[in-house]
Structures are given as structure tokens and as C-alpha cells.
């Protein structure tokens, strides 16, 4: 039964998906971070770090001896000794070591994050991508159907005679190109929208629509992404990372201070006069000579210098890269507006020239062609523009730990 539950759970998610014609960001991602194959891999890792936590705080097991000593004489001066031992961290390595053990389980609780913010940004994007198809397809299909319109102006310019054949033939090869082109399109968000319903955990059930702003929104102000940087899950686990490892040289430093050994047990003699019955008191411990765990004190000493550079490294790399992504998303989210301000504002009355020019015989069908492809050209630039824009956005709420803008 226990086996079935992820199936069960698996077979809900995607039939909750299959009854949702529409989709929006915010339910793409969570239901991408709902998926039971997300949530076991962050519980087994957390798990293997708690079992070294487990096992840095265990004490070593006890021993127990036996030793029997045989007179030369059968019955005489036998001796039977039974010893039970333990032992004891008197330097405090054992205690280090756990804290150490759980600071990793902190880095693992931080991984876990990070790939929650990565699977995020990954069906953002997909999310996005599928949008911009979408608009794509949507733009492609008013072009399409302009043609209807030339059809029809055509026909009355047939029936007064000023139409050619050539004009019908033309046409009816550029709404094939149309029907080409929207072919193309739609095979685009097909693909699109099936690689968003697999991140999401349901393959083979797109969604009908999606729903949402292609163009963003600039982010918080610069100053504070940059303040609240190192709160970035990657810069988290190589910080818990040198953490631990700085407890470790400092568990590794008292390698001079021995482990004690102590060891009690009861003594029973066989003499010609009866049997004598003691107690044995053993105490024993290493003499730290050769080895002073200097070898774990060096290692533990590189690994946290190692972990200290990835992290500095990674908190540079990452503040150069926000504020280069900051410009970038500036530019890009203000010559978006500005084209839908200017060029895509200006085509339907560009649109309404070239028409009643057409029709009254100033310019041919070819300059009317050319008019309605430029218009089509200004609106798929216009997406292609808040697309980019996009992808920025995404990228920048990746490196900022962010799964929504």
C-alpha cells in the first residue's frame, strides 16, 4: 500500500491538470513544485545529512574481554576475567563533530531550496515561452485573415472591372504562405506547451491556454537585491559548508588530547584454599605521538578555505551579474514600450491608407501585400521584445533566489 501512494498522488495531479483549460504562472508553478519526485529528493537528502548527524553523535560501542589464565595444577591458581569497557571524548571532538553534522543538514535544507528556486525559473520559462508562442500564433492568424478582407475588396473591384487575374492569383499564393507560416506556428506552441505540461508533472496534457504578461515589471530596487544577496540558497550551502568545516580542523586541532579508556569487570581465582572473587579496574589510553590528526586538521582547514572561495567567487560573480541584468531589463522593458508606443500604435491607420489606396486604384496589391506583412513584422517584433525582456526578468529572480517576480 505504502508503494501505491505515489502512483495515487501522481494519477490526481494529472488528472486535476487534464480538467484545466486555462493555466496561469503562479498555478504552473505550483503544481511543477508539488511533484512527489521533487519532494522525495529533498527528503533523502535531508535524510542522508541527519544520518551523519546520527552518526558524529553516537558514542563508540562498548567492548567487552574475557581472559582465562590456567594453572599448571588442574584445580590450582585458575583465573577467569571478565572486562567491560568504554570509551570516553574528553576533548570535546565528538560534540564539534555533531554540530558540524548539523550545520551540513542546514546546507542540505538550503540545497533543497535552490533546486526548488532552479525548477521554478525552468517552468517560468517554459511558462513564458509558451506564452510568446502563443501570441505568436494569435498574430499569425489576424495577418491570416486579412486576406479575407483583400478578397472582398478584390471581388467588388472584379465586379466593376478595375480587378486583374493576376491580383487573385497573387493572393491566393500569399494566403498560402500565410497558411504556411500559421502551420509552422502552431507546431511551435505545440511543442512549447507539452515541454511546460511534463516540468509540471503532467505529460501529454497541455494546457488549452495560457494566461499572462509577457512584458515584466522591473524588479526591486538595485540596492537592496544586492543587500539581500547572500540569502541566495547556492551562497547559503557554501556558507553552512566552510561552517562545518571550521568545526571540523577545530575537532581535528585537539587531536593531541586522547580518547580514555576505562574498563571494570569481575576476577574470579581458583587457590588450594577456595575461590577468590574481585573486581578489575582498568583504565587505558593512546599516547598521541605520530599521530596527532594533523592530516584532519589540514584537510578540514583547506576544505572550509575551499568552500570560502566558491563563495566569495559566487557572491561577485552574482552582484556583477545583477546589475548588468538590471541595465539589460531597464533597456529592454523601456524599448518594449516605447515600439508598442510608436510602431505598433501606428498600423492600424497604416493598415487604413494602404486599404483605401487599394480600393481607389493609387497603389497595386503588392504595395497592399507588403503593407499587411510589415504589420504582421512590427507585432511579432513587439512580442519578440517583451520575450527577451522576459527571459532576463527570469534570469535576474534566479540570481536573486526568487521563483515569482
Not at 159 to 173: H, M, N, Q, T
Not at 281 to 288: C, F, K, V, W
Request: charged share 30%.
Amino acid at each position: 500500500m505504502r508503494h501505491l501512494l505515489p502512483i495515487v498522488l501522481l494519477t490526481l495531479h494529472c488528472a486535476a491538470w487534464a480538467q484545466t483549460a486555462t493555466l496561469t504562472e503562479a498555478e504552473a508553478i505550483r503544481r511543477g513544485l508539488a511533484r512527489p519526485e521533487l519532494s522525495d529528493l529533498d527528503t533523502a537528502q535531508v535524510d542522508i545529512a541527519r544520518s551523519d548527524v546520527v552518526a558524529a553523535g553516537a558514542l563508540p560501542n562498548p567492548t567487552i574481554g574475557y581472559t582465562s589464565d590456567r594453572g599448571r595444577s588442574s584445580n590450582l591458581n585458575n583465573e577467569e576475567t571478565w572486562l567491560l569497557s568504554q570509551s570516553f571524548d574528553l576533548s570535546g571532538r565528538r560534540g564539534l563533530r555533531r554540530e558540524a553534522a548539523e550545520l551540513r543538514v542546514e546546507s542540505a535544507y538550503s540545497g533543497n531550496r535552490l533546486r526548488h528556486v532552479e525548477w521554478a525559473a525552468e517552468i517560468r520559462q517554459r511558462f513564458h515561452e509558451t506564452l510568446f508562442k502563443q501570441e505568436v500564433v494569435r498574430a499569425t492568424e489576424s495577418w491570416a485573415q486579412r486576406f479575407k478582407r483583400v478578397e472582398g475588396i478584390i471581388e467588388k473591384l472584379a465586379k466593376a472591372g478595375e480587378a486583374s487575374g493576376y491580383d487573385r492569383r497573387r493572393l491566393a499564393r500569399e494566403r498560402q504562405n500565410a497558411e504556411l507560416r500559421l502551420n509552422s506556428a502552431k507546431s511551435d506552441l505545440d511543442r512549447a506547451s507539452q515541454r511546460l505540461a511534463a516540468l509540471v508533472g503532467a505529460p501529454g496534457n497541455a494546457p488549452d491556454t495560457v494566461v499572462g504578461e509577457l512584458l515584466p515589471v522591473l524588479p526591486q530596487a538595485m540596492a537592496e537585491a544586492v543587500r539581500d544577496i547572500e540569502r541566495r540558497p547556492d551562497l547559503q550551502v557554501l556558507s553552512r559548508r566552510a561552517e562545518a568545516a571550521d568545526l571540523e580542523g577545530k575537532a581535528a586541532a585537539r587531536g593531541w588530547i586522547p580518547d580514555v579508556t576505562l574498563g571494570v569487570g569481575p576476577k574470579r581465582r581458583e587457590t588450594s584454599i577456595g575461590n577468590e572473587n574481585s573486581t578489575v579496574m582498568t583504565i587505558s589510553l593512546p599516547l598521541p605521538v605520530f599521530d596527532r590528526q594533523q592530516a584532519g586538521q589540514q584537510r578540514a582547514a583547506a576544505e572550509a578555505m575551499h568552500a570560502r572561495g566558491e563563495f566569495n567567487l559566487a557572491r561577485a560573480r552574482a552582484e556583477g551579474e545583477l546589475h548588468g541584468l538590471y541595465r539589460q531589463l531597464e533597456r529592454l522593458i523601456s524599448a518594449a514600450k516605447d515600439y508598442r508606443g510608436s510602431a505598433l500604435a501606428e498600423t492600424p491607420e497604416l493598415l487604413r491608407i494602404a486599404e483605401a489606396a487599394y480600393k481607389g486604384g493609387e497603389s497595386s496589391l503588392l504595395e497592399l501585400l507588403d503593407a499587411y506583412r510589415g504589420a504582421q513584422d512590427t507585432e511579432i517584433n513587439a512580442l519578440e521584445l517583451d520575450w527577451k525582456a522576459r527571459q532576463a526578468r527570469i534570469e535576474y529572480d534566479l540570481l536573486t533566489g526568487s521563483t515569482t517576480q
